[in-house]
């Protein structure tokens, strides 16, 4: 159980185009889902926090208006990456939260290289 | 100010042997603890949870949570090549729903 799932797990773009990432559980339900990017050799860094039907939470220094966060439902957010540039070249890996308080694991998806040229 | 700390590495210990892992964090109010297991290129992987202090044992793993130190380890015991990862303390701060990790450990198992 606890299968989060992204997509798609690597990508390719132009500089200048817009790119969405999907992240879905897929056996069970997301109220809460957890947008991050890593750089090679470096820790993961949390970008939003996603909670379902309702506007996204990013972290102090993440712009809101070029990675757009979308949580439709209880097993999908998206990212989009908007008129991305060689420097958003990285990977970009969600994590879903099952339960409330203390049993609030968060399991991750596999993750998207995106590599913009 | 939330801080887990851990240090980098790497850890280098012989196929069989048991391999400590250490994490400390800066705020009292953490609630709930974690270790994922990350390979070089992959996603992180959950490995434990620790809610309350003392041990906490899955097969070769065993999570153990001091709140009075502030500190929280991993032991993987008959350590395996394939252990070779660095291993992510994870720690959530009452009050907040996010995870603050630390940097990582880097573990090498030599055969």
């Known amino acids: 159980g606890a299968v989060v799932s992204q997509h798609p797990s690597r990508v390719i773009c132009k500089s200048g185009t817009s790119v969405k990432i999907e992240c879905r559980s897929l056996?069970?339900?997301?109220?809460?889902m957890f947008w991050y990017r890593q750089f090679p050799k470096q820790s993961l860094m949390l970008m939003a926090t996603?909670?379902?039907?309702?506007?996204?939470?990013?972290e102090q220094g993440v712009e809101k208006d070029k990675f757009l966060i979308n949580h439709a439902s209880l097993t999908l957010s998206t990212l989009t990456v908007t008129s991305a540039h060689p420097e958003d070249s990285s990977f970009y890996i969600c994590?879903?939260?099952?339960?409330?308080?203390?049993?609030?694991?968060?399991?991750f998806g596999p993750g998207t290289r995106l590599t913009v040229l | 100010q939330k801080e887990v700390e851990q240090n980098s590495g790497p850890l280098s210990v012989p196929e069989g042997a048991i391999a400590s892992l250490n994490c400390t964090y800066s705020?009292?109010?953490?609630?709930?603890f974690f270790w994922y297991r990350q390979y070089s290129g992959k996603s992180p992987e959950l490995i434990m949870s620790?809610?309350?202090?003392g041990d906490k044992e899955d097969g070769r793993f065993t999570a153990q949570l001091n709140k009075a130190s502030q500190y929280v380890s991993l032991l993987i015991r008959d350590s395996q090549p394939s252990d070779s990862a660095t291993y992510l303390c994870?720690?959530?701060?009452?009050?907040?729903?996010?995870?603050?990790f630390g940097k990582g450990t880097m573990l090498l198992v030599s055969p």
């Open positions: 994590s879903a939260k099952t339960g409330v308080g203390r049993t609030d694991t968060q399991y």
């Open positions: 056996d069970f339900q997301a109220t809460t």
């Open positions: 996603s909670n379902e039907g309702s506007k996204a939470t990013y």
């Open positions: 705020d009292r109010g953490s609630q709930s």
């Open positions: 620790i809610y309350s202090n």
């Open positions: 994870a720690v959530i701060v009452s009050g907040y729903s996010t995870l603050t």
